[in-house]
């Protein structure tokens, strides 16, 4: 029996916090798609994606400074990601303690991305 071949980024807890926090807002996306407001379920889909997603590209860079590039776009869906819950919560579709719940996770883990990024860069 083959290994399983194993990513890079599968080690990283940013990425795994972010699949963590990921979960949460897919449910998030797919309540909105129970109310038919397809377009927001999508773009919330896109940016939790944006952030893992990025963190895995990043993480087959060939060089740290790519991979901080990476990091940085990720870091930026965390706070589209925060926005979205922000707008979502005024409009009565989280409640406000989900979104203060989720606000602690990803600002967490926009530190995250953050410190791994300064440890990549000030080698």
């Not at 889909?45 to 860079?61: D, K, P, R, V």
């Not at 925060?82 to 602690?104: C, P, Q, T």
Request: proline letters at 0%; charged letters at 30%; one cysteine or more.
């Amino acid at each position: 029996m083959k290994n399983r071949v194993k990513f890079r980024f599968e080690d990283f807890d940013i990425w795994k916090q972010a699949v963590s926090i990921s979960d949460e807002l897919f449910s998030i996306a797919s309540d909105l798609e129970t109310i038919k407001k397809y377009r927001f379920s999508e773009q919330l889909n896109a940016a939790t994606l944006s952030i893992t997603n990025n963190i895995a590209e990043g993480s087959g860079s060939s060089s740290d400074k790519d991979f901080a590039n990476f990091l940085n776009i990720a870091r930026r869906s965390v706070f589209e990601c925060a926005n979205m819950v922000a707008i979502f919560e005024r409009k009565g579709i989280v409640e406000s303690n989900k979104k203060m719940e989720l606000f602690d996770k990803l600002d967490h883990l926009s530190s995250m991305i953050t410190n791994f990024r300064k440890r990549l860069t000030n080698k």
